[in-house]
C-alpha cells in the first residue's frame, strides 16, 4: 500500500480538463513539495512538474499542479490522446527520511 | 547531457544476492548537491524508493528494505552500485537509478531501468 494516496484512474475526451489529486500526511506532503511524473507503458517515468507548479523545459503548459497543507493535485487543460498514460505523485517523507510515491493514476483519453 | 543507464542480471536465484551498476554521465557524484537514487517497480505496481547516496556520502535506505539493501559509489568511474541481499520473487520488477539535486528535491533524470526476474 503506497503512503501516498491517489485515485486509481481519470478520463476525459480531447480537449477538456481532467484533475487528479494525490493525498499524504505532515510527515511528507504536508512538509515538503510535491513532484509529479508521467509514465507510459514500458518507459521510464518522465519528470512533468516540481516543487508544487513547476515544469521542466519541455513540459507542455497545459499541465498544472496545486499543493495544499497535506493534498496535491495535478490538472491537464486541453487534454490529448498522447496524454493517456499513468501519472505519479511523488515527495520526501521526514518520518521515513525517503522517498514516497503515490499509487498512481490511470488517465485515459475517450 | 545528463544520462544514467542500469545494469545487471536479467535472472537471478532465490536467496541469492542482487548486484546492480547505474552508470552516468554529464555530472559528478561528488559536486556540491548531488544525489543518486535507485527506485524499482513491480509489474502493475507503483514506483518503490529503495536508497540514496549523496555527494558526501551520506546513505539513505528504504526503511523496509533497509536490512537487505547497500550503495555505494565509484566517483572517478561515475559509477553508483546497489546490492540486495536474499532475493525473493517479489523483488522481480524493473529497477531505475536517478538522478536528484540539493537544495532542489527532484528526481529530474531517471534510466531506461533493468528488468530483473527472481526465479528458480
Known amino acids: 500500500q503506497s503512503v501516498l494516496t491517489q485515485s486509481p484512474s481519470a478520463s476525459g475526451t480531447p480537449g477538456q480538463r481532467v484533475t487528479m489529486s494525490c493525498s499524504g500526511s505532515?510527515?511528507?506532503?504536508?512538509?515538503?513539495?510535491v513532484n509529479w511524473y508521467q509514465q507510459v507503458p514500458g518507459m521510464a517515468p518522465k519528470f512533468l512538474l516540481y516543487?508544487?507548479?513547476q515544469r521542466p523545459s519541455g513540459v507542455p503548459d497545459r499541465f498544472s499542479g496545486s499543493q495544499s497543507g497535506t493534498s496535491a493535485s495535478l490538472a491537464i487543460s486541453g487534454l490529448q490522446s498522447e496524454d493517456e498514460a499513468e501519472y505519479y505523485c511523488?515527495?520526501?517523507?521526514?518520518?521515513?527520511?525517503?522517498?514516497?510515491f503515490g499509487g498512481g493514476t490511470k488517465l485515459t483519453v475517450l | 547531457q545528463v544520462t544514467l543507464k542500469e545494469s545487471g542480471p536479467a535472472l537471478v536465484k532465490p536467496t541469492q544476492t542482487l548486484t546492480l551498476t547505474c552508470a552516468f554521465s554529464?555530472?559528478?557524484?561528488?559536486?556540491?548537491?548531488?544525489?543518486v537514487n535507485w527506485i524499482r517497480q513491480s509489474p502493475g505496481k507503483a514506483p518503490q524508493w529503495l536508497a540514496r547516496?549523496?555527494?558526501?556520502?551520506?546513505?539513505f535506505y528504504s526503511t523496509f528494505l533497509k536490512t537487505r539493501l547497500s550503495i555505494s559509489r565509484d566517483t572517478s568511474r561515475n559509477l553508483v552500485v546497489l546490492r540486495m541481499t536474499n532475493v525473493d520473487p517479489a523483488d522481480t520488477g524493473t529497477y531505475y537509478c536517478?538522478?536528484?539535486?540539493?537544495?532542489?528535491?527532484?528526481?529530474?533524470?531517471w534510466g531506461t531501468g533493468t528488468t530483473v526476474t527472481v526465479s528458480s
Open positions: 536517478a538522478r536528484e539535486r540539493h537544495p532542489q528535491q527532484y528526481m529530474d533524470v
Open positions: 554529464g555530472f559528478s557524484l561528488s559536486s556540491f548537491g548531488i544525489r
Open positions: 505532515s510527515s511528507n506532503i504536508g512538509t515538503n513539495p
Open positions: 511523488a515527495t520526501w517523507d521526514d518520518s521515513l527520511n525517503g522517498w514516497v
Open positions: 547516496i549523496d555527494w558526501d556520502d551520506e546513505k
Open positions: 516543487n508544487k507548479n
